[in-house]
């Protein structure tokens, strides 16, 4: 008769056969300074968004920058964000985008 499996054998054949080793989360490494957008701004509508976003204020480098933010914002969210959010925040990238279009074609002009 093989012996009775101890509750510490158990976990440590469950553990064993897990499937993959925890992945690092590389936004804990993101330390960046150098804009800050308003408190709750992401809970706002897509229009008021893209447009905080594109301002001199918020994104002194240009909407280019308030693009990275949101992308940044919806990365680290990620499956916390409820999809009627999620879609908010897709349709302030689609503005913002193109927002950031005209900009080109006025400079191209």
Not at 2 to 8: E, G, N, Q
Not at 16 to 25: D, L, M, N, Q, V
Not at 43 to 55: D, E, G
Request: hydrophobic letters at 30%.
């Amino acid at each position: 008769m093989p012996p009775a499996r101890t509750k510490s054998t158990r976990h440590r054949a469950a553990k064993e056969t897990s499937k993959a080793p925890a992945k690092k989360r590389w936004v804990k490494t993101v330390t960046t300074d150098s804009t800050h957008p308003p408190k709750d701004l992401f809970t706002k509508s897509a229009p008021v968004i893209a447009r905080s976003l594109a301002s001199k204020k918020i994104s002194p480098k240009g909407p280019g920058s308030g693009m990275r933010m949101l992308t940044y914002f919806i990365n680290r969210a990620g499956k916390g964000l409820s999809a009627p959010r999620k879609r908010e925040l897709e349709r302030a990238k689609k503005l913002l985008h193109e927002r950031m279009e005209k900009e080109k074609q006025k400079k191209a002009a």
